[in-house]
Nanobody
Framework: QVQLVESGGGLVQPGGSLRLSCVVS????????MGWYRQAPGKQRELVAT???????NYKDPVKGRFTISRDNAKNTAYLEMNSLKPEDTAVYYC?????????WGQGTQVIVSS
């Protein structure tokens, strides 16, 4: 069973920044494309950013220019740097692989953007 452990969320004011981390218990982590997803209250889970095994990144329009996805294969960890946060970024953030069937979801990390 692959375990995903997200961390780094919290309460932040609009315009603030957070860095999320996701540790993956998969020795072959480096071969997988990874994604960060989020689920806002009352809404479906949505994809926000992806990174391939080779480091190519892609972002959904609502976060483009503000969020940066990265990975450290030596640490089996994916990151999401979030800047210029807006209230509409409030959600539980999850990581999982991108493409193919998902691994079991982790507990996520809560991000609240509010003044």
């Amino acid at each position: 069973q692959v375990q995903l452990v997200e961390s780094g969320g919290g309460l932040v004011q609009p315009g603030g920044s957070l860095r999320l981390s996701c540790v993956v218990s998969k020795s072959t982590f480096s071969i997988y494309a990874m994604g960060w997803y989020r689920q806002a209250p009352g809404k479906q889970r949505e994809l926000v950013a992806t990174i391939t095994s080779g480091g190519t990144t892609n972002y959904k329009d609502p976060v483009k220019g503000r969020f940066t996805i990265s990975r450290d294969n030596a640490k089996n960890t994916a990151y999401l740097e979030m800047n210029s946060l807006k209230p509409e970024d409030t959600a539980v953030y999850y990581c999982n692989k991108y493409g193919g069937s998902w691994w079991n979801w982790g507990q996520g990390t809560q991000v609240i953007v509010s003044s």
